[in-house]
Protein backbone atom coordinates (compact mmCIF):
# COMPACT_ATOMS: atom_id res chain seq x y z
CA UNK A 1 0.00 0.00 0.00
CA UNK A 2 1.38 3.78 -0.98
CA UNK A 3 1.65 6.67 1.35
CA UNK A 4 -1.28 8.06 0.36
CA UNK A 5 -3.59 4.97 -0.16
CA UNK A 6 -2.51 4.26 3.60
CA UNK A 7 -3.52 8.20 4.64
CA UNK A 8 -7.13 7.65 3.11
CA UNK A 9 -7.56 4.34 4.46
CA UNK A 10 -6.68 5.45 8.09
CA UNK A 11 -8.85 8.78 7.65
CA UNK A 12 -11.74 6.28 6.71
CA UNK A 13 -11.05 4.05 9.73
CA UNK A 14 -12.84 5.77 12.58
CA UNK A 15 -11.46 2.95 15.09
CA UNK A 16 -9.05 5.00 16.57
CA UNK A 17 -9.69 8.92 17.67
CA UNK A 18 -5.91 9.93 18.28
CA UNK A 19 -4.86 8.48 14.95
CA UNK A 20 -7.22 10.18 12.72
CA UNK A 21 -7.07 13.10 14.71
CA UNK A 22 -3.70 13.40 13.27
CA UNK A 23 -3.14 11.90 10.37
CA UNK A 24 -3.31 15.75 8.74
CA UNK A 25 0.29 15.66 11.13
CA UNK A 26 1.74 13.28 8.71
CA UNK A 27 1.39 15.23 5.68
CA UNK A 28 2.42 18.37 7.43
CA UNK A 29 5.54 17.20 8.31
CA UNK A 30 6.14 14.88 5.06
CA UNK A 31 6.11 18.15 3.09
CA UNK A 32 7.78 20.31 5.96
CA UNK A 33 10.95 17.42 5.48
CA UNK A 34 10.78 17.39 1.35
CA UNK A 35 11.58 20.79 0.81
CA UNK A 36 14.74 20.07 1.98
CA UNK A 37 15.29 16.67 0.40
CA UNK A 38 16.62 16.19 -3.06
CA UNK A 39 13.92 15.52 -5.66
CA UNK A 40 14.77 11.66 -5.45
CA UNK A 41 13.00 11.87 -2.45
CA UNK A 42 9.62 11.15 -3.04
CA UNK A 43 6.46 12.16 -0.57
CA UNK A 44 4.43 8.87 -0.75
CA UNK A 45 7.57 7.19 0.60
CA UNK A 46 7.81 9.69 3.10
CA UNK A 47 4.20 9.74 4.14
CA UNK A 48 4.16 5.71 3.99
CA UNK A 49 7.02 6.01 6.93
CA UNK A 50 5.23 8.81 8.59
CA UNK A 51 1.78 6.63 9.05
CA UNK A 52 3.66 3.37 10.26
CA UNK A 53 5.44 6.33 12.69
CA UNK A 54 1.90 7.67 13.83
CA UNK A 55 0.53 3.50 14.14
CA UNK A 56 3.51 3.45 16.61
CA UNK A 57 2.98 6.20 18.41
CA UNK A 58 -0.68 5.70 19.62
CA UNK A 59 0.47 2.31 20.35
CA UNK A 60 2.94 3.35 22.91
CA UNK A 61 1.75 6.60 23.74
CA UNK A 62 2.16 7.01 27.38
CA UNK A 63 0.47 10.39 29.44
CA UNK A 64 2.51 9.53 32.44
CA UNK A 65 5.79 10.60 30.33
CA UNK A 66 4.96 14.35 30.30
CA UNK A 67 4.61 15.02 26.41
CA UNK A 68 0.92 15.77 25.15
CA UNK A 69 0.72 13.12 21.84
CA UNK A 70 0.71 15.46 19.12
CA UNK A 71 4.70 16.15 20.55
CA UNK A 72 4.99 12.47 21.31
CA UNK A 73 3.53 11.54 17.83
CA UNK A 74 5.19 14.48 15.54
CA UNK A 75 8.99 13.13 17.30
CA UNK A 76 8.22 9.54 15.92
CA UNK A 77 6.46 10.08 12.66
CA UNK A 78 9.27 12.13 11.55
CA UNK A 79 11.60 9.65 13.37
CA UNK A 80 10.15 7.25 11.20
CA UNK A 81 10.58 9.58 7.96
CA UNK A 82 13.95 9.95 8.44
CA UNK A 83 15.18 6.19 9.10
CA UNK A 84 13.33 5.97 5.65
CA UNK A 85 15.31 8.46 3.91
CA UNK A 86 18.86 6.83 5.82
CA UNK A 87 17.46 3.57 4.53
CA UNK A 88 17.50 4.50 0.90
CA UNK A 89 20.38 6.63 0.89
CA UNK A 90 21.46 6.78 -2.61
CA UNK A 91 24.82 8.08 -2.40
CA UNK A 92 27.99 5.88 -3.09
CA UNK A 93 30.41 4.77 -1.01
CA UNK A 94 32.78 6.69 -3.37
CA UNK A 95 31.22 9.70 -3.00
CA UNK A 96 31.02 8.98 0.41
CA UNK A 97 35.42 8.63 0.64
CA UNK A 98 35.38 11.86 -1.43
CA UNK A 99 33.17 13.59 1.27
CA UNK A 100 35.60 12.30 3.54
CA UNK A 101 38.51 13.49 1.78
CA UNK A 102 37.25 16.95 1.53
CA UNK A 103 36.45 17.27 5.18
CA UNK A 104 39.64 16.27 6.88
CA UNK A 105 41.41 18.44 4.26
CA UNK A 106 39.37 21.25 5.25
CA UNK A 107 40.07 20.45 8.95
CA UNK A 108 43.79 19.95 8.47
CA UNK A 109 44.36 23.42 6.51
CA UNK A 110 42.15 25.39 8.99
CA UNK A 111 44.15 23.56 11.91
CA UNK A 112 47.52 24.86 10.02
CA UNK A 113 46.56 28.64 9.43
CA UNK A 114 43.75 29.46 11.32
CA UNK A 115 41.82 31.26 8.60
CA UNK A 116 38.59 29.70 6.65
CA UNK A 117 40.24 26.78 4.22
CA UNK A 118 39.38 28.44 1.02
CA UNK A 119 38.01 26.71 -2.25
CA UNK A 120 41.54 27.12 -4.15
CA UNK A 121 43.63 25.65 -0.82
CA UNK A 122 41.41 22.70 -0.67
CA UNK A 123 41.21 21.42 -4.50
CA UNK A 124 45.09 21.64 -4.31
CA UNK A 125 45.24 19.67 -1.19
CA UNK A 126 43.86 17.12 -2.38
CA UNK A 127 44.98 17.46 -5.74
CA UNK A 128 42.00 17.82 -8.37
CA UNK A 129 40.81 21.02 -10.36
CA UNK A 130 38.59 23.18 -9.05
CA UNK A 131 36.08 22.25 -11.57
CA UNK A 132 36.21 18.70 -9.36
CA UNK A 133 36.65 19.80 -5.98
CA UNK A 134 33.27 22.09 -6.86
CA UNK A 135 31.28 18.93 -8.07
CA UNK A 136 32.06 17.28 -4.56
CA UNK A 137 30.44 20.36 -3.11
CA UNK A 138 26.93 20.18 -5.21
CA UNK A 139 26.97 16.37 -4.74
CA UNK A 140 27.43 17.17 -0.81
CA UNK A 141 24.63 19.49 -0.89
CA UNK A 142 22.05 17.40 -2.12
CA UNK A 143 23.02 14.19 -0.09
CA UNK A 144 22.42 13.46 3.48
CA UNK A 145 25.70 12.79 4.57
CA UNK A 146 25.06 15.88 7.56
CA UNK A 147 21.27 16.94 7.95
CA UNK A 148 20.69 20.06 10.05
CA UNK A 149 16.83 18.68 9.86
CA UNK A 150 18.12 15.53 11.62
CA UNK A 151 20.36 17.15 14.25
CA UNK A 152 16.70 18.73 15.05
CA UNK A 153 14.90 15.55 15.02
CA UNK A 154 17.51 13.90 17.39
CA UNK A 155 17.49 17.44 19.61
CA UNK A 156 13.34 16.46 19.84
CA UNK A 157 13.83 12.58 20.60
CA UNK A 158 15.49 13.60 23.67
CA UNK A 159 12.22 14.20 25.22
CA UNK A 160 11.36 10.93 25.42
CA UNK A 161 13.75 9.18 26.89
CA UNK A 162 13.87 5.30 26.49
CA UNK A 163 16.74 4.32 28.52
CA UNK A 164 19.16 5.40 30.92
CA UNK A 165 22.34 5.06 28.64
CA UNK A 166 22.99 7.70 26.23
CA UNK A 167 23.64 6.14 22.64
CA UNK A 168 25.41 7.83 19.64
CA UNK A 169 22.31 9.53 18.42
CA UNK A 170 21.82 10.76 22.03
CA UNK A 171 24.97 12.61 21.94
CA UNK A 172 23.65 15.46 19.39
CA UNK A 173 21.25 16.67 22.38
CA UNK A 174 23.49 17.64 24.32
CA UNK A 175 23.88 21.02 25.69
CA UNK A 176 27.62 21.06 25.15
CA UNK A 177 27.15 19.61 21.38
CA UNK A 178 24.52 22.28 20.45
CA UNK A 179 27.03 24.28 21.42
CA UNK A 180 29.72 23.73 19.63
CA UNK A 181 27.44 23.06 16.28
CA UNK A 182 26.10 26.76 17.19
CA UNK A 183 29.21 28.06 17.25
CA UNK A 184 30.68 25.86 14.12
CA UNK A 185 28.06 27.88 12.19
CA UNK A 186 28.55 31.23 13.59
CA UNK A 187 31.89 31.05 12.58
CA UNK A 188 31.38 30.39 8.52
CA UNK A 189 32.61 32.74 5.85
CA UNK A 190 29.85 35.28 5.75
CA UNK A 191 28.39 34.61 2.62
CA UNK A 192 27.97 30.74 3.63
CA UNK A 193 26.66 31.79 7.08
CA UNK A 194 24.06 33.81 4.79
CA UNK A 195 23.38 30.70 2.73
CA UNK A 196 22.67 28.95 5.79
CA UNK A 197 20.30 31.12 7.18
CA UNK A 198 18.11 31.64 3.93
CA UNK A 199 18.08 28.18 3.79
CA UNK A 200 17.28 26.98 6.95
CA UNK A 201 15.81 29.70 9.12
CA UNK A 202 13.74 31.75 5.76
CA UNK A 203 13.32 28.15 3.80
CA UNK A 204 14.40 29.35 1.07
CA UNK A 205 15.27 27.37 -2.28
CA UNK A 206 18.17 27.68 -3.82
CA UNK A 207 17.62 29.51 -7.32
CA UNK A 208 15.66 32.28 -4.65
CA UNK A 209 19.15 32.44 -2.63
CA UNK A 210 20.77 32.88 -5.76
CA UNK A 211 18.55 35.69 -6.75
CA UNK A 212 19.24 37.23 -3.68
CA UNK A 213 23.07 37.04 -3.64
CA UNK A 214 23.06 37.98 -7.44
CA UNK A 215 24.88 34.48 -7.99
CA UNK A 216 23.99 31.42 -10.02
CA UNK A 217 21.67 28.75 -8.24
CA UNK A 218 24.58 26.30 -9.06
CA UNK A 219 27.28 28.81 -7.18
CA UNK A 220 24.42 29.17 -3.90
CA UNK A 221 24.88 24.78 -4.12
CA UNK A 222 28.33 24.92 -3.99
CA UNK A 223 28.14 27.35 -0.69
CA UNK A 224 25.38 25.36 0.46
CA UNK A 225 28.02 21.89 0.15
CA UNK A 226 30.87 23.33 1.62
CA UNK A 227 29.06 25.14 4.76
CA UNK A 228 28.54 21.71 5.62
CA UNK A 229 31.53 19.94 4.63
CA UNK A 230 33.28 22.81 6.80
CA UNK A 231 30.24 22.59 9.80
CA UNK A 232 31.63 18.54 9.45
CA UNK A 233 34.72 19.01 9.24
CA UNK A 234 35.22 21.14 12.88
CA UNK A 235 32.91 19.00 14.76
CA UNK A 236 34.99 16.10 13.48
CA UNK A 237 35.36 14.84 17.56
CA UNK A 238 31.06 14.30 17.05
CA UNK A 239 31.40 12.40 14.17
CA UNK A 240 33.62 9.55 15.35
CA UNK A 241 30.04 7.28 15.28
CA UNK A 242 28.86 8.41 11.68
Not at 100 to 116: F, L, Q, S
Not at 137 to 142: G, I, N, P, T, Y
Not at 149 to 175: G, V
Amino acid sequence: MNGHAMYVEVENLGENDQIVRHASLVKRIAYHLLNRLPPSVQVDDLIQAGMVGLLEAASNFNPAMGASFETFAGIRIRGSMIDEIRRSDWTPRSVHRKFRAVTEAIRKIENETGDDARDVDVAAELGMSLGEYHQILVDSSSSRIYSIETIEDNKQDAAIPSSSENTPDEAFSSDEYRQQLTESIRLLPEKEQLVMSLYYDDELNFREIGEILDVTESRICQLHGQALLRIKARMSEWNTHS
